[in-house]
């Protein structure tokens, strides 16, 4: 589906994606990072919305340097961008039908269905002719979101799709990406990573520092967690937990108490590593 | 709804024959205004409801109020998009309003100031719709299929569909009004203004900033008609009139708009609808 080789986005004097390589198939794929890691630049260039400087992109087989393949791409794509801004005077049915008639729709019965569908799947079916500008920030994210579902897309490139969502609206996302075709979607938020994705990439200063599956990430650390009482200075970081203890994360000493790591834990460690 | 107490009751018959729509006028008055007080009639009213056809009667009045609108997409995205009003509002304000004005204040003298300003409306047109800020929704636009050329030129047409007649309109009202204005004033301007917006739209479609763009197409702009204020000394209408309207700037004029059109759909693989950074 995603098939990317040596990847390269400059921007100035910044390589925001510096030699990314990655292969993915269908499922929910996470790239997991922080701030200025490069996922969004990752994720513009997967939705055909900027080309790269150099290495090979292909997506749905096909090459989005070739114009009538790009067309092709993105009539097949749902994309969801980090600041997915809106029309305010719209309301969210006629943001979703505007969307679709970008995306070349021009039945208008089936523009009216498809329209409903996906109003309903992220649960807006009772605000769908109030203006946006009157919704919140949560249902404002979900438009964005049902904007990006038109189509049944094969593809979803989803930058931070969970932003703005309540616990209960996270819940029903994960739900919604399960049942998508392949999902690429960046997130800050690991439970997500560990609630949706089959598969995991971890950057770091625009590169991919870890592919695998989440089970995979949390096991990075295994042997490396511990948990006492007290700090340990000699930790690579030590935190304080909810049970009162202290977790701790390095190189474990003679006779603590080794616990199972967490995605968290295997993620910090990366991160840790990235900036020694 | 009131649950008073009634001494009658509406028979099965009447009621059916109301909810088909077969009473006569009064009687239906009347069942209607006897369900209003009546709970016992109105249960009843339920039960010989035909609850597939008014299921059906309920999808049939939401399909008519959720039928997409006939308007078209570019139409209502540009109502939609404040900054696509505003561009086409200064294009308006810039070839109508303040040309009116200054030729009702200044008269010939005014009516230089169109010349001078017309060019530069569509230039801001473009640059204030092509900015990055331009639309919200932008980003989403650009994954779209449309997104390219065909949403560039559709933008620009619109802008310029709303633009064009006005200027016009308001040349030929002048003209009327104050009587001695050459008709071909109404419409020499619009070849400059079209090669300058079009340079503005084939570069800010591109790397290029087009605020920057429209900014330098101005000030050329500005160089050509001080060359005329340099060589006429002076600034009279017909001098101007017969500098811009004459073969030699409309001849240039129209070899830059077409050429820069002509490479805008030669590289239309390459042109995103604004750019992306």
Same mark, same amino acid.
């Given at each position: 589906?995603?098939?990317?080789?040596? !990847?390269?986005?400059?921007?100035?004097?910044?390589?925001?994606?510096?030699?990314?390589? !990655?292969?993915?198939?269908?499922?929910?794929?996470?790239?997991?990072?922080?701030?200025?890691?490069?996922?969004?630049? !990752?994720?513009?260039?997967?939705?055909?919305?900027?080309?790269?400087? +150099?290495?090979?992109?292909?997506?749905? $087989?096909?090459?989005?340097?070739?114009?009538?393949?790009?067309?092709?791409?993105?009539?097949?794509?749902?994309?969801?961008?980090?600041?997915?801004?809106?029309?305010?005077?719209?309301?969210?049915?006629?943001?979703?039908?505007?969307?679709?008639?970008?995306?070349?729709?021009?039945?208008?019965?089936?523009?009216?269905?498809?329209?409903?569908?996906?109003?309903?799947?992220?649960?807006?079916?009772?605000?769908?002719?109030?203006?946006?500008? +009157?919704?919140?920030?949560?249902?404002?994210?979900?438009?964005?979101?049902?904007?990006?579902?038109?189509?049944?897309?094969?593809?979803?490139?989803?930058?931070?799709?969970?932003?703005?969502?309540?616990?209960?609206?996270? !819940?029903?996302?994960?739900?919604?990406? +399960?049942?998508?075709?392949?999902?690429?979607?960046?997130?800050?938020?690991? +439970?997500?990573?560990?609630?949706?994705?089959?598969?995991?990439?971890?950057?770091?200063?625009?590169?991919?520092?870890?592919?695998?599956?989440?089970?995979?990430?949390?096991?990075?650390?295994? $042997?490396?967690?511990?948990?006492?009482?007290?700090?340990?200075?000699?930790?690579?970081?030590?935190?304080?937990?909810?049970?009162?203890?202290?977790?701790?994360?390095?190189?474990?000493?003679? $006779?603590?108490?080794?616990?199972?790591?967490?995605?968290?834990? $295997?993620?910090?460690?990366?991160?840790?590593?990235?900036?020694? | 709804? =009131? #649950?008073?107490?009634?001494?009658?009751?509406?028979?099965? /018959?009447? *009621?059916?024959?109301?909810?088909?729509?077969?009473? #006569? #006028?009064? *009687?239906?008055? =009347?069942?209607?205004?006897?369900?209003? =007080?009546?709970?016992?009639?109105?249960?009843?009213?339920?039960?010989?409801?035909?609850?597939?056809?008014?299921?059906?009667?309920?999808?049939?009045?939401?399909?008519?109020?959720?039928?997409?609108?006939?308007?078209?997409?570019?139409?209502?995205?540009?109502?939609?998009?404040?900054?696509?009003?505003?561009?086409?509002?200064?294009?308006?304000?810039?070839? /109508?309003?303040?040309?009116?004005?200054?030729?009702?204040?200044?008269?010939?003298?005014?009516?230089?100031?169109?010349?001078?300003?017309?060019?530069?409306?569509?230039?801001?047109?473009?640059?204030?719709?092509?900015?990055?800020? =331009?639309?919200?929704?932008?980003?989403? /636009?650009?994954?779209?299929?449309?997104?390219?050329?065909? *949403?560039?030129?559709?933008?620009?047409?619109?802008?310029?569909?709303?633009?064009?007649?006005?200027?016009?309109?308001?040349?030929?009202?002048?003209?009327?009004?104050?009587?001695?204005?050459?008709?071909?004033?109404?419409?020499?301007?619009?070849?400059?203004?079209?090669?300058?917006?079009?340079?503005? *739209?084939?570069?800010?479609? #591109?790397?290029?900033?087009?605020?920057?763009?429209?900014?330098?197409?101005?000030? /050329?702009?500005?160089?050509?008609?001080?060359?005329?204020?340099?060589?006429?000394?002076?600034?009279?209408?017909?001098?101007?009139?017969?500098?811009?309207?004459?073969?030699?700037?409309?001849?240039?004029?129209?070899?830059?708009?077409?050429?820069?059109?002509?490479?805008?759909?030669?590289?239309?693989?390459?042109?995103?609808?604004?750019?992306?950074?």
């Amino acid at each position: 589906m995603i098939e990317a080789t040596d !990847l390269t986005k400059t921007f100035g004097r910044t390589r925001a994606v510096d030699e990314v390589t !990655l292969s993915t198939g269908p499922g929910v794929i996470g790239l997991l990072g922080p701030n200025g890691a490069g996922k969004t630049t !990752l994720l513009r260039m997967a939705a055909t919305v900027l080309a790269p400087d +150099s290495g090979e992109l292909r997506l749905l $087989g096909l090459d989005p340097t070739r114009a009538p393949e790009r067309v092709e791409i993105r009539r097949r794509l749902g994309y969801l961008p980090q600041s997915p801004g809106l029309y305010p005077g719209f309301t969210p049915y006629d943001m979703v039908d505007y969307v679709a008639v970008l995306k070349e729709h021009t039945d208008r019965a089936w523009r009216q269905q498809e329209a409903r569908r996906v109003l309903e799947a992220v649960e807006l079916s009772d605000v769908m002719h109030k203006k946006i500008r +009157s919704l919140s920030g949560g249902m404002k994210q979900r438009v964005a979101l049902a904007c990006a579902m038109v189509g049944d897309p094969d593809l979803l490139v989803l930058d931070e799709p969970a932003n703005g969502l309540d616990p209960d609206q996270r !819940l029903r996302l994960r739900s919604l990406l +399960s049942t998508s075709a392949t999902v690429l979607m960046s997130t800050h938020n690991i +439970s997500e990573v560990s609630a949706l994705c089959q598969r995991v990439y971890v950057m770091f200063d625009g590169r991919i520092t870890f592919t695998g599956s989440p089970a995979d990430l949390a096991g990075l650390a295994v $042997g490396r967690v511990w948990e006492d009482e007290r700090q340990d200075p000699d930790a690579i970081r030590s935190w304080l937990t909810s049970t009162g203890t202290y977790r701790h994360l390095g190189h474990p000493p003679n $006779g603590a108490q080794v616990v199972d790591p967490t995605l968290d834990d $295997g993620y910090l460690l990366l991160a840790r590593k990235e900036h020694t | 709804m =009131s #649950t008073h107490h009634t001494t009658w009751h509406a028979d099965d /018959g009447d *009621l059916g024959d109301y909810l088909a729509g077969r009473t #006569t #006028t009064v *009687l239906a008055a =009347s069942i209607e205004s006897h369900l209003v =007080s009546c709970a016992a009639c109105r249960a009843r009213l339920g039960t010989l409801t035909d609850v597939v056809e008014r299921d059906q009667a309920w999808d049939r009045l939401a399909d008519a109020i959720d039928r997409p609108s006939r308007a078209p997409w570019i139409v209502r995205s540009a109502i939609a998009t404040p900054v696509m009003v505003q561009a086409a509002v200064v294009a308006v304000l810039l070839v /109508g309003l303040v040309p009116l004005l200054a030729a009702t204040a200044w008269g010939d003298r005014g009516l230089v100031t169109l010349l001078v300003l017309a060019p530069l409306a569509p230039v801001a047109a473009v640059a204030l719709a092509y900015r990055d800020t =331009s639309d919200p929704s932008g980003e989403m /636009g650009l994954a779209a299929p449309v997104a390219g050329l065909r *949403l560039v030129a559709l933008r620009a047409l619109l802008v310029a569909a709303v633009a064009l007649p006005i200027a016009v309109g308001v040349l030929l009202g002048v003209d009327r009004w104050i009587g001695d204005v050459p008709v071909r004033l109404a419409f020499a301007w619009c070849l400059p203004g079209l090669a300058l917006a079009a340079l503005v *739209l084939l570069a800010g479609t #591109t790397r290029l900033d087009p605020t920057y763009v429209a900014v330098a197409a101005s000030t /050329g702009w500005a160089f050509l008609i001080g060359a005329i204020v340099v060589a006429e000394r002076s600034v009279r209408l017909d001098l101007f009139t017969d500098a811009v309207a004459g073969p030699a700037v409309q001849g240039v004029a129209l070899a830059v708009a077409a050429a820069a059109v002509t490479i805008t759909v030669v590289r239309r693989d390459a042109v995103a609808y604004r750019r992306t950074t």
